[in-house]
């Protein structure tokens, strides 16, 4: 049997704060590889304390791909991702290094890893007439129409998570057919032409995840999280939008909570830092249970602790490097 002649690439996936970034630097170094974020807040410049975007030091130390590549009031979609980080690979390959995936938004890995079905494009007229009607009838009930139109895409959509809901719905009066349908004809189009190493790096004890998503918040808040959200709140683009917080960027995780307490604090005067804080780590921890029930549906993907199973992980690479040009450099 002749070998595989496709270039390896290796995807580290997993939820928030579950340390692919600390893996990916290690690996890319010591494997002789560059780094794709595979992450919807990092494409956002602006987006760097509670988008725990790598620090100046560690893209110096390693280069990374698919950072800072749009502002935070500019669009940026799944396809483009796609396009966008399969040059990417290709470049990374033709030098001879490793490209390193990691990052966890799990649609941008849909996209690159198994290809998206041709659907309508967005439509701006339309969507601003489904922001209008959700802003009368409210994003829970825009899902329950969703739901009645095309229950698949409803059970895998959160009822919160208006960026969705507001696509399926788009797609389905643009064109008259359920997105669920539309995703199905991608099932036969063409793969990326990699072999790929997917591992998901997911804590076997929730409450060590829950911990580290903790830690991290704390750190952020720190560094000046609520600085920075401040700055973005000063851009003469974003005050002149009339829904900000509708802003893909602006949906990141914590940040639309920043925005928030700081509206309630120049609203009222002040508002309550203890309950913002545990409102940012619970919808933190929400985060990370949609991106655990997503990659489980990766069936190919192995699932290895990051801090219990650190010798297996070293393992799993090295047996997929194991005979290529990519070879063991000690640090």
Avoid: N
């Amino acid at each position: 049997m002749s070998a595989d002649p496709r270039p390896l690439a290796i995807a580290l996936m997993g939820p928030t704060a579950s340390g692919k970034t600390a893996l990916a630097l290690d690996w890319a170094q010591r494997y002789g590889g560059e780094i794709v974020s595979v992450d919807s807040a990092l494409v956002y410049r602006g987006l760097d304390i509670g988008a725990a975007k790598p620090s100046a030091a560690e893209q110096a130390r390693v280069p990374h791909h698919l950072i800072d590549l749009r502002e935070p009031w500019q669009p940026y979609s799944a396809a483009e991702f796609a396009a966008d980080a399969r040059r990417a690979l290709d470049q990374i390959a033709a030098r001879g290094r490793l490209p390193i995936l990691a990052g966890g938004t799990g649609l941008y890995f849909h996209a690159l890893l198994h290809g998206l079905a041709p659907m309508p494009e967005a439509d701006p007229a339309l969507r601003e007439q489904l922001q209008a009607e959700a802003g009368r009838r409210g994003w829970a009930a825009m899902h329950a129409e969703l739901t009645e139109l095309d229950p698949e895409a409803a059970a895998r959509i959160h009822a919160t998570d208006a960026q969705r809901i507001q696509r399926a719905l788009e797609v389905y009066r643009l064109s008259g057919r359920r997105i669920s349908d539309w995703r199905r004809e991608a099932a036969g189009a063409p793969r990326l032409p990699y072999r790929v190493l997917k591992l998901v790096l997911a804590p076997a004890d929730r409450a060590v995840l829950h911990a580290r998503i903790a830690l991290r918040y704390d750190a952020m808040l720190a560094a000046g999280f609520l600085d920075e959200v401040r700055a973005l709140r000063a851009l003469p683009e974003l005050q002149a939008h009339p829904r900000p917080l509708e802003l893909p960027a602006l949906r990141a995780v914590g940040y639309r909570q920043a925005w928030e307490f700081l509206d309630r604090c120049e609203r009222d005067g002040g508002a309550d830092p203890v309950e913002f804080r545990d409102r940012g780590i619970y919808a933190t921890r929400q985060l990370a249970k949609r991106q655990l029930t997503w990659l489980r549906g990766e069936l190919d993907a192995r699932w290895l602790d990051p801090g219990a199973d650190r010798e297996a992980l070293e393992r799993a690479a090295a047996l997929f490097l194991g005979g290529s040009r990519h070879v063991l450099r000690k640090a």
